[in-house]
């Protein structure tokens, strides 16, 4: 019994992993495919396993997002509190990446609807 069990298991979590990796597959060709920009500004840092993930507001339309990155070669110092042009996907502004080498200026405001392309002078 136990034996079936743990092959049930093993199945299920390979399942889930293959799901997990094809939508975030799918979720960076949308991307790739189709986007727009606005701004974001990180507001929170957190360490696990020695990497830094990093959560970021942005707005879209009027609507507040939240996103989570994982780069690996910023320290929290180099991005709290600061704005970044986030990238995201118009049918699903959930679905959307921070742009760490594009730091935005408090001067430079995002229209409600986000850029078409990503305004760099």
């Known amino acids: 019994m136990m034996k079936w069990f743990n092959k049930?298991?093993?199945?299920?979590?390979?399942?889930?992993?293959?799901?997990?990796?094809g939508k975030l597959i799918v979720?960076?060709?949308k991307l790739e495919s189709d986007s727009k920009y606005t701004i974001g500004?990180?507001?929170?840092?957190?360490?696990?396993?020695f990497r830094?993930?990093?959560y970021f507001d942005y707005n879209v339309d009027g609507i507040q997002y939240s996103g989570l990155?994982?780069?690996?070669?910023y320290k929290p110092s180099q991005v709290m509190g600061k704005r970044f042009y986030v990238r995201y996907y118009p049918p699903n502004p959930d679905n959307s990446e921070i742009l760490f080498d594009h730091p935005v200026s408090?001067?430079?405001?995002?229209?409600?609807?986000?850029?078409?392309?990503?305004?760099?002078?």
């Open 8 to 21: 049930l298991f093993a199945i299920a979590l390979f399942v889930t992993i293959i799901l997990i990796a």
């Open 106 to 121: 408090d001067s430079v405001h995002a229209p409600p609807e986000g850029w078409g392309k990503l305004p760099l002078h």
């Open 41 to 49: 500004l990180v507001t929170e840092s957190n360490t696990r396993s």
């Open 69 to 73: 990155a994982t780069p690996h070669s």
């Open 52 to 54: 830094y993930y990093y």
């Open 27 to 29: 979720d960076n060709k």
